[in-house]
């Protein structure tokens, strides 16, 4: 069974950085584009990046420039850092592949503080 297991999220003030890991299984992790998506407390999820099986990145205007998604398809892992974080990153945390697979993964929690 597939399975998603993000982590790296915590509380960080305004300005500061995190890197968030995306552990994939079940699926052929280097045959998959892989994105990121976010939840913020009473939204809907949202995507706002993602990276190809050749390591092409692509981000939503919102996070462009601050965040940075990466790959290591040895370890089966996708990375996201984060730099310049703002209060309305706040949310929780998921990636998935595109398209998207069920279930979901728990996600892990960004809180950023001003």
């Known amino acids: 069974q597939v399975q998603f297991v993000e982590s790296g999220g915590g509380l960080v003030q305004t300005g500061g950085s995190l890197r968030l890991s995306c552990v994939v299984s079940g699926v052929t992790f280097s045959l998959n584009d892989i994105g990121w998506y976010r939840r913020a407390p009473g939204k809907q999820r949202e995507w706002f990046a993602r990276i190809s099986r050749g390591g092409s990145p692509v981000y939503d205007v919102s996070v462009k420039g601050r965040f940075t998604i990466s790959r290591d398809n040895a370890k089966n892992t996708a990375y996201l850092q984060m730099n310049a974080l703002k209060p309305e990153d706040s949310a929780v945390y998921y990636c998935?592949?595109?398209?998207?697979?069920?279930?979901w993964g728990q996600g892990t929690q960004v809180t950023v503080y001003s």
């Open positions: 998935n592949a595109i398209p998207n697979v069920q279930p």
